[in-house]
C-alpha cells in the first residue's frame, strides 16, 4: 500500500485534494479569474494522472478509489459552495447530493449485508459525472465572462446535469437489482 501512495499518478491525485479548499475560498471570496484558475489546473491533473497510470503502467488499486473521491469531492463541494453564494440554484445541488448519498447508502448496505461489490459506474452515470463538470465549469466562467453563449451552456449543462442525474440514479437501482439477482443465481463453488 505504501507503494501505491507515492506513485506519481497517485501523487498528482492528492494534489487535486488540496486544491479542493482553495476552490472553495476563491469562491466565497468572489476571485472568480483564481476559482476558474484552480477548476482548470484540477481538471488538467485529472486527465495526467490518468494518463501518467496508463503510460507508466502505475495504474494502483488505491488510484482506482482515489481518483474518484477526489473528483466526487471537489464537484460536490463546487456545487454545494455555488448554491451557497446564489450562483446554482438549490434544486441542483439538492438532486446531486440526493442521488451521490443515495448511491454510497446502497453501496454499503449491500456490502455489509451480502457482501455485494459489483459498483461499477454506467455510461449514464458518466454523462452525468460530465454535465456536472461542464456546469460548474461555466457557471464559474459566467462569472468572468459574462457573454450569451457562455451564459446559455451554463443552463444547458445544469439543465442536464438535472436530467442525467435522475436517470443514473433510477439506471443505478435497476442495474444493481439485475447484477444481485445474477449473483444470486450463481451456483455456489
Keep these: 500500500m505504501k507503494s501505491q501512495f507515492w506513485t506519481a499518478p497517485n501523487q498528482i491525485t492528492l494534489l487535486r485534494l488540496i486544491f479542493i479548499p482553495f476552490v472553495i475560498i476563491t469562491v466565497f471570496d468572489e476571485q472568480w479569474l483564481w476559482a476558474l484558475g484552480l477548476l482548470v489546473a484540477a481538471a488538467l491533473s485529472d486527465a495526467l494522472d490518468g494518463l501518467l497510470a496508463r503510460v507508466l503502467q502505475q495504474q494502483t488499486m488505491l488510484g482506482q478509489y482515489l481518483d474518484p ?52 459506474p454506467s455510461i449514464y452515470g458518466k454523462l452525468n459525472t460530465g454535465s456536472q463538470i461542464a456546469a460548474v465549469f461555466f457557471v464559474v466562467l459566467a462569472q468572468v465572462l459574462r457573454v450569451p453563449w457562455v451564459l446559455y451552456l451554463q443552463t444547458l449543462f445544469l439543465y442536464a446535469t438535472f436530467t442525467f442525474a435522475t436517470i443514473s440514479g433510477v439506471h443505478y437501482v435497476l442495474i444493481t437489482g439485475r447484477r444481485l439477482r445474477k449473483q444470486d443465481q450463481k451456483p455456489a463453488v
Design 69 to 120: 473521491i477526489a473528483d466526487k469531492l471537489l464537484l460536490s463541494s463546487l456545487f454545494l459552495v455555488l448554491s451557497f453564494v446564489k450562483k446554482i440554484p438549490w434544486k441542483y445541488t439538492i438532486l446531486v447530493f440526493s442521488r451521490d448519498l443515495c448511491i454510497v447508502a446502497t453501496a454499503v448496505v449491500l456490502y455489509a449485508a451480502v457482501g455485494f461489490r459489483d459498483f461499477r
